[in-house]
């Protein structure tokens, strides 16, 4: 499995932005992805994941009501939308799969295949 995170960029607060996690090489259908996130000096953080279906989801706290996770497993890509955004928001977002389908796990080690990040800058 490759994927290609997408979609970041220059926002100021209360903008959105909508991040893509595209599989070039393997299917995305069969596996649950998660989003994570890392500021510079900063440990890596979990945003938010989903279970290979779309069904359900998980998120953090610190993004509950502003972010939603969604896929579309036609378009073998899962998305992640950011609402609301925050100064405290800015960092670089990444996307991971499990080959565990059903798995919203917090932690980076549940996740076998992971994408280069895209950056999110939040001026205020």
């Known amino acids: 499995v490759q994927l290609q995170a997408s979609g970041g960029g220059l926002v100021q607060a209360g903008d959105s932005l909508t991040l893509s996690c595209r599989s070039s090489?393997?299917?995305?259908?069969?596996?649950?992805v998660a989003w994570f996130r890392q500021a510079p000096g900063k440990e890596r953080e979990f945003v938010a994941a989903?279970?290979?279906?779309?069904?359900?989801?998980s998120m953090s706290d610190s993004v509950k009501g502003r972010f939603t996770v969604s896929r579309d497993n036609t378009r073998n890509t899962a998305y992640l939308r950011l609402n609301s955004l925050r100064p405290e928001d800015q960092a670089i977002y990444s996307c991971?799969?499990?080959?565990?389908?059903?798995?919203?796990?917090?932690?980076?080690?549940?996740?076998?295949?992971w994408g280069q990040g895209t950056q999110v800058t939040v001026s205020s």
């Open positions: 989903i279970e290979w279906s779309g069904r359900m989801s």
């Open positions: 991971a799969v499990s080959n565990n389908p059903f798995t919203r796990s917090s932690s980076p080690s549940d996740y076998d295949y």
């Open positions: 090489q393997g299917p995305l259908g069969s596996r649950a």
